[in-house]
Structure formats: structure tokens, C-alpha cells
């Protein structure tokens, strides 16, 4: 490094200690110092928002120590290899989702995409091509936007992979899988998913972007149709939610 860069990099460092990024906690929306751009206050650090500790090793969810398969994932047929959900749907993980479905906080997606992409990146998978929960065409009309995609598109940024949308279609509006009981929810979300580009997949890693994941039956389906066509297949949401 050329001394004049060593000297213009230490007046940025010395002035980030001095004048810290004025951050808002992402999780509580108190105003926050941070002098290594953690987006979260120190309490809510302290909260048990992470998704850490025993998880299942298809699914992701919390599971008691000693064990490695959740029993949902015993019992029903897993068509992706691995999940990825760095936070738990809970009390200020909840409000930040939610703020940025319904509010569009579009501000928060890379924040949400480099805790995912840390995840991905510590686990050292190589990913190919990601692709987002697509929505009904009708929904996005009406909504303007798809969050998974805004998710999917900063997270393709970190891991330097291209994104890929219309891959991967939803045929028929379904009902909110929030308001369904487990068993319906598998039902609501079977066979509306449709492969209509097989070339951008083709023996390929693909990672499909959610934003939450509760029985994942969502997920699950959309694996189900790149079976056979791609190669290995990660999903990931920013929160993982338990089932009831
Ligand atoms: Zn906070
Ligand atoms: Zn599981």
C-alpha cells in the first residue's frame, strides 16, 4: 500500500472512532453508537434473538442439545439440503420483519442479507445462482414490490452471485399461511410453484430467499420443483419461526 493511502485509510479510521456511524438499532429503533457497524443496541444483543446453540441440521430450528433431526423434518420428506436463518421470529425480530414487509423498509434489507450471508459464508457452501420466493403476479401488482427479491438481490451482492427472478412462478394466489393451522398450511402451498426456466438452474447450487420460515412448507415446495435440474439446493429466511 502506497503511503499516501496508509495515511488517507488512517484518517478514515480515526474518524469513525472519533464521529461513529449514527446507526438505529434495527430490532428496537433506539439511536445507537456503533463503532463496528453492529446494527442492533446493546441490549437487544443481549435479547434472544439469534438463532444459535442446537438447531436441526435440514431445517434450522432450535432443537434440545444431543439431538440433529427436529421431528418435523423425521417425519416429512426434506427437498432441500440445508437451511440458513440467522435470527428467531420473535418480540424485535418480529417488528423489524414486519416493519419491512408492510412498511417497505427497503433500508433494512442489506442489513438482513449480510446477517444471512454470514451464515452462508461461515459454512463455507458455494452457491451458484439465487433465486426469491416469487409471489403471484396479482400480489405484486397490488403490493408494488416482492420483498424476497429485495432480500435476495443484497444477499446476491455479498456473495457475489447473480440473481435470478421468473425462474420459478406462482400459479395460484393462496391464502396467508399466518392464518393456517400446520396441516393447512402444507396444503395451501402444494403444486402452485412452476420451473419455467430450467437453463438458469441446470446443475447448479441455488439458494431460494424467504423472509420467514415457520413449517417451511413454502420452501419445501419450490425445492421440490428444481429437484433433478439443479444441483444442490440451500434455502434461507431471515427468521426462523417454531412451528405450533
Ligand atoms: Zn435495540
Ligand atoms: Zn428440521
Redesign the pocket.
Known amino acids: 500500500m502506497k503511503f499516501k493511502n496508509i495515511l488517507i485509510k488512517t484518517k478514515d479510521v480515526l474518524l469513525e472512532m472519533l464521529f461513529p456511524s449514527k446507526l438505529k ?1 434495527i ?2 429503533g ?1 439511536d445507537i453508537i456503533s463503532f463496528d457497524n453492529q446494527p ?2 446493546d ?2 444483543a443481549k435479547e434472544d434473538y439469534f438463532n444459535i446453540g442446537n438447531r436441526c441440521c435440514y431445517c434450522d430450528m432450535a432443537i434440545p442439545a444431543g439431538n440433529i433431526v427436529c421431528d418435523f423434518c423425521q417425519k416429512k420428506h426434506k427437498y432441500f439440503d440445508k437451511a440458513y436463518c440467522p435470527l428467531k421470529y420473535k418480540d ?1 425480530v418480529k417488528n423489524a420483519i414486519l416493519k419491512f414487509k408492510s412498511d417497505n423498509a427497503r433500508y433494512l434489507a442489506p442489513t438482513f442479507a449480510s446477517l444471512i450471508a454470514q451464515r452462508i459464508q461461515s459454512d463455507n457452501v458455494q452457491i451458484d445462482v439465487i433465486i426469491p420466493v416469487p409471489v403471484h403476479a396479482k400480489t405484486k401488482r397490488a403490493r408494488g414490490y416482492n420483498q424476497a427479491e429485495i432480500l435476495a438481490k443484497e444477499i446476491a451482492k455479498i456473495l457475489n452471485v447473480p440473481m435470478q427472478t421468473g425462474v420459478i412462478t406462482k400459479d395460484k394466489v393462496t391464502l396467508d399461511q399466518k392464518t393456517l393451522s400446520y396441516h393447512e398450511r402444507l396444503k395451501n402451498v402444494t403444486s402452485c410453484f412452476t420451473l419455467r426456466d430450467k437453463s438458469s438452474i441446470k446443475d447448479k447450487n441455488v439458494l431460494i430467499v424467504d423472509d420467514v420460515m415457520t413449517t417451511g412448507a413454502t420452501l419445501n415446495n419450490i425445492a421440490k420443483t428444481l429437484v433433478g435440474f439443479s444441483d444442490k439446493i440451500y434455502v434461507c429466511a431471515i427468521a426462523r419461526d417454531t412451528v405450533e
Open positions: 438499532c430490532f428496537c433506539r442492533y443496541c441490549r437487544c424485535g
